[in-house]
């Protein structure tokens, strides 16, 4: 798929996500929305984080400031394990890649 169609495709989830309240359906119902790992390098979305940590949240109906930081060591694995447990789609990406897909936490700013 080109990357225009693809940028198309995912603008109209976020259109849908807003409309209606933090929710999808299709393909996407049951999966949050977070950008999405590639088998081969690190998406955008993580080299945007690394360089701005700053950023916003928009959870639902909900946004909120926080910040970004790369997790590692035990609390990544951990981290990992945890969000793969609840979305197994990111175990398959990591078992087709070599490289150890990042883990990035958000903590919203007080």
Do not use: K
């Amino acid at each position: 798929m080109p990357e225009q169609s693809l940028a198309d495709a995912n603008e109209s989830v976020i259109a849908e996500f807003r409309a209606n309240g933090g929710h999808v359906g299709g393909y996407f119902a049951a999966v949050p929305r977070r950008c999405s790992p590639r088998p081969a390098r690190n998406p955008g979305c993580y080299h945007n984080l690394v360089a701005n940590c700053e950023v916003t949240v928009e959870l639902g109906v909900e946004w909120f400031a926080a910040t970004a930081h790369e997790v590692f060591g035990e609390e990544r694995d951990e981290l990992f394990e945890r969000h793969a447990a609840a979305q197994p789609q990111l175990a398959r990406y990591q078992a087709q890649t070599t490289r150890q897909i990042p883990v990035v936490a958000l903590v919203r700013a007080p």
